[in-house]
């Protein structure tokens, strides 16, 4: 069975510009999760979606974050514009209905905004 | 708001030495706690889940423990091995909204042969 993916695994870009990454859940889990760590700090969690739905967007840190999941399969997480202390690894979960408690992570990408 | 700590941040032992890392978190009303482990460019992998209601999990050379009352756990480590190296993260999940962990910042482990 695939685990989480995520793309691109690594990103440079520069302050202001836009960037989207990509996770793809493990194929049936119902349940995406978005979390990052920034340097220095503890991995902080973003949202939740069940399938389609945003269930909980409160870590979303201000409105330059979109995420989105389309008919509820792989999702996009996009910063636009990008700031410097957007730099970090953002990493996404699964989980299957009803266990929100078992969340699979995959590999995280890593942000570097110059 | 829950606040996980995790103490080191950073531990270097010789290979063949029992060790402990330390977690704790500011509101007892946990549902669940869990240690991963990280390597680096790799995803979070558990290694072990303690429920509210137990004290400990094992799992081979590795032994968690939870008191929910103190706000800590300890992961304890026995005979480590240079394949061990890597970060163990602390997380926990609150009682009344377990969709989402509170991670510590972690404890990076250096096993040296």
């Known amino acids: 069975e695939a685990g989480v993916t995520q793309f691109p695994s690594h990103s440079v870009i520069e302050k202001g510009q836009t960037v989207t990454l990509r996770c793809d859940p493990i194929s049936g889990h119902d349940n995406l999760y978005w979390y990052r760590r920034v340097m220095g700090k503890e991995i902080k969690f973003l949202l939740h979606f069940v399938k389609e739905s945003k269930q909980d967007e409160s870590g979303m840190p201000n409105n330059r974050f979109l995420a989105e999941r389309t008919g509820g399969t792989y999702s996009t997480l996009k910063v636009q514009p990008a700031e410097l202390e957007d730099s970090g690894v953002y990493f996404c979960a699964s989980s299957p209905q009803g266990r929100e408690e078992t969340q699979y992570f995959g590999p995280g990408t890593r942000l570097l905004v110059l | 708001k829950q606040e996980v700590t995790q103490i080191p941040a950073a531990l270097s032992v010789p290979e063949g030495e029992n060790l402990v890392l330390n977690c704790s978190f500011t509101d007892s009303a946990i549902y669940n706690l869990q240690w991963f482990r990280q390597d680096p460019g790799k995803g979070l992998t558990s290694l072990l889940l303690?429920?509210?209601?137990?004290r400990e999990q094992t799992s081979g050379r590795l032994n968690a423990s939870l008191d929910k009352s103190s706000g800590r756990s300890t992961l304890y480590i026995a005979a480590s091995q240079p394949g061990d190296s890597a970060t163990y993260l602390c997380?926990?999940?609150?009682?009344?909204?377990?969709?989402?962990?509170?991670f510590g910042s972690g404890t990076k482990l250096n096993v040296k042969p």
């Open positions: 997380a926990v999940l609150n009682l009344y909204n377990f969709n989402k962990f509170y």
């Open positions: 303690i429920q509210s209601s137990q």
